[in-house]
């Protein structure tokens, strides 16, 4: 309190802020309590909420007029703080860089998630979703299924698959399961990091057993990452024309490649080295596949809890494919209004990236507050979809919520599963498109039971939403 910063920190409401240690004593608890904690915080003390320790300012907020001011402009795309702990895996990548880098790579990067492109990958997750039905298919006597495990595995093949044009060969099959438990193993290392004082100063955290655990871990998913260039780079180099025939036919522009090949392109111009790819490559496996899995996971739980939900979602597949069995097209995808919806609403009850954050450079008025320059602002994504305000019953799974008529009056930034403004997910319509044609492609030939409840979900806040314990399903053949 004895210079401006900490001055006006101090008249934003919060938690009690003691000398050095600010609030991070609240928060030395375990993962489940952690979540549980962090929710109280808005209801207690408003939609401006003031946390810190030592020099570090953070301010959560909670309501979508701030949250337009922060997301909507391209001045405040700065990330510090906990991104930087990502660093050591994703170096600077789309997800953790910024400014001029952050610019120039979304510039190059959007291109590979253009309509057409998705066109392209459809096949590759109608592929995809006929493998992991094989596996439903032999599930369909047992008890329950431990759907979380099923899934990662189809969202990560289907990433390498299409973005990565990689096909997941034995070797890369194998190292996938260490994959798994090394990113589950460091988001519990970040989330211990954001909230314990030693850990998340970088000097004292150097010589933890977390680092050096950390250290561990990049090891295997920087090798993961770097086997699965290697295989594309020589499939380019045995078939050179993949990357000199990247014409739109109709533009004869540049742009139909997909994203590691648009990266190897650009290195071969000159434009970004090894290590770059890797960074990029790292941050799409990751962001690609993990997120899309827990959706798809909560949603299935969720579908099995809500038989007439259930119901009418298999009504609409009637409705489109009448008694035939086959695959479905783009077009059909299209016609999915109802599972839209619901997808939506799952997305709004178990938002995978429940937290993201900026680093402001400059005063900014939020609330009625001056928050000082210097400061990161947190948004809970999962806190703002539960606002009574904005969702009244915000626990029940009412998909209608997203029918064009009860959507026109909603504040645009009242919804944001996916971000919003200029640093939004790049991979959205992937995202949809993948999740679209996974449940409906499993209803259309399964029943879902409840085994896991819903109310029974023990949250944890990890690099994305996780339920504690495993999260179970029954597949009855329909
Ligand atoms: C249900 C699935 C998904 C959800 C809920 C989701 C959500 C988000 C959110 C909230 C952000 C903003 C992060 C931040 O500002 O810190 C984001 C960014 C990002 N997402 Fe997604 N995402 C999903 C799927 C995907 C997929 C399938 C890909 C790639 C294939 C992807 C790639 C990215 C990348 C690279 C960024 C960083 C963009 C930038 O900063 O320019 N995401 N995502």
């Known amino acids: 309190r004895f210079c401006r910063r900490g001055r006006l920190r101090a ?36 939609d401006v909420v003031g946390f810190g320790a030592l020099d570090i300012v953070a301010i959560n907020i909670y309501n979508p007029n701030d949250i337009e001011k922060i997301l909507s402009s391209t001045k405040y795309i700065e990330k510090q703080q906990p991104y930087t702990f990502l660093r050591g895996w994703l170096g600077e990548g789309l997800l953790t860089s910024y400014g001029k880098k952050w610019q120039r790579r979304r510039k190059l990067l959007t291109p590979a998630f253009h309509f057409n492109i998705l066109r392209r990958f459809f096949r590759t997750f109608e592929e995809e979703t006929e493998e992991l039905l094989k596996k439903v298919e032999a599930e369909v006597s047992n008890e329950r299924t431990d759907i979380g495990k099923l899934i990662s595995n189809m969202t990560l093949k289907a990433v390498c698959k299409t973005a990565m044009g990689t096909s997941m060969n034995e070797g890369i099959q194998a190292l996938s399961a260490k994959y798994f438990d090394a990113i589950q193993n460091l988001g519990a290392i970040l989330v211990r990091r954001i909230c314990t004082l030693w850990l998340f100063v970088d000097f004292t955290y150097q010589f933890t057993s977390y680092a050096r655990k950390e250290q561990k871990i990049l090891k295997d998913l920087h090798g993961f990452t770097r086997d699965v260039i290697r295989q594309r780079k020589t499939y380019l180099k045995q078939n050179p ?154 626990e029940r799974f009412v998909p209608e919520r ?62 994305v939403l996780r339920s504690r314990d495993p999260i179970y399903v029954k597949f009855c053949s329909r």
């Open 11 to 46: 008249k934003v409401p919060g938690p009690t802020y003691w000398p050095l240690v600010g609030n991070t004593l609240e928060t030395l608890i375990p993962h489940d309590k952690l979540f549980i904690y962090l929710r109280t915080l808005n209801k207690k003390y408003g």
């Open 241 to 394: 024309s993949i990357l000199n025939l990247d014409y739109d036919d109709e533009t004869n522009k540049k742009g139909r490649l997909a994203m590691l090949d648009l990266l190897i392109q650009n290195q071969n111009e000159g434009g970004i080295d090894d290590e770059e790819i890797r960074e990029e490559v790292d941050t799409f496996m990751f962001r690609g596949h993990d997120t899309t899995s827990m959706a798809l996971t909560f949603f299935i739980m969720r579908l099995a809890d809500e038989p007439q939900i259930q119901e009418k979602i298999y009504q609409e597949m009637k409705s489109i494919f009448g008694d035939s069995d086959r695959p479905a097209t783009m077009e059909d995808i299209k016609e999915m209004k109802y599972l839209e919806c619901c997808i939506k609403e799952s997305l709004r009850i178990y938002p995978s990236v429940h937290y993201i954050a900026r680093y402001v450079t400059e005063d900014v008025e939020l609330g009625g507050y001056t928050v000082p320059a210097n400061s990161i602002i947190q948004i809970h994504i999962y806190d703002l979809h539960r606002r009574e305000d904005l969702y009244p019953e915000p």
């Open 402 to 463: 997203f029918s064009p008529e009860n959507c026109v009056n909603r504040h645009p930034y009242a919804y944001i599963p996916f971000s919003a403004g200029p640093r939004n997910c790049i991979g959205q319509k992937f995202a949809m498109l993948e999740m679209k044609t996974l449940v409906s492609s499993i209803l259309r030939k399964y029943r879902l039971e409840p085994v896991t409840r819903h109310k029974d979900i023990v949250f944890v806040s990890e690099l």
